[in-house]
């Protein structure tokens, strides 16, 4: 169902001050740099930082759990109690995200490459 948790996504509310310090943690220049979404990568992992994220209902990180078939582990997710937060969407290029909420409220993260 997965290859593994590759991706956290941060919902920030000062984008330029975000960056400025996931830039200097990281280490590294962002790999995605426009006004909805700037995007790190670093041995293996994407951080990504989401100045929507709130307007959008994130209440935190959301980790992504990378999938080959986005539709089918939505809903081996959603048949196994999984509550819906968001339906599968596009974000660019081909890429899938979804997400749903576990029993105890945390938010699982699903995407899937182009």
Known sequence: MTSGMKTIIYPVRDLERAKALYGRLL??????????????????????????????????PVAYWHVDDIEGSLKELLDAGAEKVQTVKDVGGGKLVASVRDADGNVVGLIQAP
């Open 27 to 60: 280490g590294v220049e962002p790999v995605v740099d426009e006004p909805y979404y700037v995007g790190f990568a670093l041995a293996g992992q994407d951080v990504g930082l989401d100045p929507n994220g709130y307007g959008q209902g994130m209440t935190g």
